[in-house]
């Protein structure tokens, strides 16, 4: 069966052209917006704050699919942000939701191989992965539209160990433009691994006090 396009920008997830909006949806996918927008702001208690409302208002409906959503963006989040997650909570309640859109998307983020419409929005992304090819993978994760889908595809490719400098210093820029600190963080890390790996030390200390200086 075709795999329906999953999109985290919420406005697929949480409402359909053909039917009235509910409000409860219209709240869920604001409150989940702002969650992702304070993860990678680094607003951790906030983040929380905008979480547990999202999860409140989408337990109104009569579904529990806008629920798996939910826990799906987080983990997504997550594992953009490079923190420990393995979606335990979208894991248990995928029995009572089976939907192959969202366990497709699901394998995506964990890094699992997948085929390359099994996502259609992360299709090129997925195929630039397959073949291993540095600048395709470029490519394709700066065609993505969100800063969000960018994080969480770049993740994907930092997982297969097929990161390059160019990639890591776009995701740097990318961060860094909509000024969300805790992302750029995570990929300046990325950039002093990188810089480890490749045996340029001096840059990886330079770095490394830029970094300190910023966290003040």
Not at 3 to 19: N, Q
Not at 36 to 57: P, V
Not at 186 to 200: E, H, I, P, S
């Amino acid at each position: 069966m075709r795999v329906a396009l999953f999109t985290l920008s919420l406005v697929l997830m949480f409402t359909a052209c053909s039917k009235p909006t509910f409000v409860w949806k219209s709240e869920a996918k604001s409150y989940l917006l702002m969650y992702q927008q304070k993860m990678f702001e680094g607003d951790s208690f906030q983040a929380d704050f905008y979480y547990r409302d999202a999860l409140k208002e989408a337990r109104k409906g009569s579904s529990v699919k806008p629920i798996a959503m939910i826990y799906l963006t987080s983990c997504a989040m997550h594992q953009a942000l490079f923190m420990s997650s393995n979606c335990v909570n979208y894991k248990k309640i995928k029995p009572v939701v089976k939907d192959d859109a969202l366990d497709a998307y699901a394998t995506f983020i964990l890094g699992e191989k997948l085929e390359p419409k099994s996502v259609e929005k992360y299709a090129a992304v997925i195929e630039a992965l397959s073949e291993k090819d540095q600048k395709d993978i470029y490519s394709s994760i700066e065609s993505l539209k969100s800063i969000y889908s960018k994080a969480v595809a770049a993740s994907v490719v930092a997982k297969k160990e097929l990161l390059d400098e160019r990639l890591i210093d776009y995701m740097i820029y990318e961060a860094s433009k909509h000024s969300m600190k805790n992302l750029m963080n995570v990929w300046m890390q990325q950039k002093v691994k990188f810089l480890k790996k490749t045996g340029r030390d001096i840059e990886r200390l330079r770095l490394m006090e830029q970094i300190r200086f910023l966290a003040h």
